[in-house]
């Protein structure tokens, strides 16, 4: 397999990789590959993965690397294990095997050099407190078990807040926020913890289009920070649009790599099988039409 190389400095990719979905065995099981080339310092480096849910696999030995600087999309059908991946990568949930490496070091090694955004629907919005001390969370991590957040660390998370459009609503009540404003604020908090790698389940769901254009916005600056971003992802027919590279999931790995190799007819069938359709698009590719 070609190496995996990210963007260089003016924006132009160097040579793609070769790009393979899992093949069969000669006993009938799948093999789980390295769709990215295997770093010493990847932002995320993991193999074989495996989660379980009452005895029964969940997401089943995936192995990826990812290379820095880029926007990766999760992609799968509902119940295809994405959350779940993101949640096990990070410690969440439990494991049955695997190993996750962060910058080449164990993940706990490196926690403080990643950020999460979950689901807006797993927060309970009626906490009572405001905006500005859901961003300032974002900074606990950098200030240990004993100091409490000073002016530095404030005047981080009201600067957070300024990126993501939502200074003026610093001390509003979080349960006072529309879906969008909230999500807004996930993001902000984020951007406090000053990561290097973010992780983000569904940070597009629920938002206007004024919203998402924001948040895409955001990530593109982000990347060109040199910040490796992997957001899991519903709505395909963004995808060109937005990302960089492609990992497909069906409790498996499919296939991952580069968006004009990966996010072809062909491996979306085999990701979500039956629950596809395809409009013909003015390339001669199948487009997605529907994949939900």
């Known amino acids: 397999m070609k190496p995996f190389t990210a963007t260089n400095s003016t924006g132009s990719k160097s040579a793609q990789p070769t790009i393979e979905p899992h093949q069969q065995s000669d006993?009938?099981?799948?093999?789980?590959?390295?769709?990215?080339?295997?770093?010493?310092?990847?932002?995320?480096?993991?193999?074989g993965l495996t989660v379980t849910y009452h005895h029964q696999p969940v997401v089943q030995q995936v192995?990826?690397?990812?290379?820095?600087g880029r926007l990766i999309g999760l992609l799968g059908p509902n119940g295809a294990g994405k959350s779940t991946l993101l949640k096990a990568m990070l410690g969440l949930i439990p494991s049955l095997s695997g190993q996750v490496n962060v910058f080449g070091k164990?993940?706990?090694?490196?926690?403080?050099?990643?950020?999460?955004?979950?689901?807006?629907?797993?927060?309970?919005?009626?906490?009572?407190?405001?905006?500005?001390?859901?961003?300032?969370?974002?900074?606990?991590?950098?200030?240990?078990?004993?100091?409490?957040?000073?002016k530095a660390e404030r005047q981080t998370a009201l600067h957070c807040l300024d990126?993501?459009?939502?200074?003026?609503?610093?001390?509003?009540?979080?349960?006072?926020l529309s879906g969008g404003q909230q999500q807004r604020i996930f993001l902000a908090r984020a951007l406090a913890q000053q990561a290097d790698l973010y992780l983000m389940d569904e940070p597009f769901a629920g938002v206007d289009a004024m919203t998402e254009k924001a948040i895409i916005t955001l990530l593109e600056q982000m990347k060109?920070?040199?910040?490796?971003?992997?957001?899991?992802?519903?709505?395909?027919?963004?995808?060109?649009?937005?990302?960089d590279d492609v990992l497909l999931l069906n409790r498996q790995l499919i296939a991952a790599?580069?968006?004009?190799?990966t996010f072809t007819a062909e491996l979306l069938q085999q990701t979500y099988g039956g629950k596809m359709a395809f409009l013909q698009g003015a390339d001669q590719q199948g487009l997605l039409l529907a994949g939900k």
Do not use: C
Not at 123 to 138: C, I
Not at 163 to 176: H, K, L, N, P, T
């Open 106 to 150: 164990p993940y706990a090694s490196h926690r403080r050099r990643i950020g999460y955004v979950p689901q807006r629907e797993s927060v309970d919005w009626d906490f009572p407190t405001s905006a500005l001390d859901v961003v300032l969370m974002g900074t606990y991590g950098r200030l240990g078990l004993f100091r409490r957040p000073g």
């Open 257 to 261: 790599g580069p968006v004009e190799h």
């Open 163 to 176: 990126q993501v459009g939502m200074a003026d609503y610093a001390e509003r009540q979080i349960s006072q």
């Open 27 to 47: 006993n009938g099981q799948q093999q789980s590959h390295t769709l990215f080339t295997k770093q010493e310092n990847s932002p995320l480096h993991v193999q």
């Open 63 to 68: 192995s990826f690397s990812l290379a820095a």
């Open 224 to 243: 060109q920070q040199g910040k490796t971003v992997l957001v899991v992802h519903h709505d395909l027919s963004t995808v060109q649009a937005y990302f």
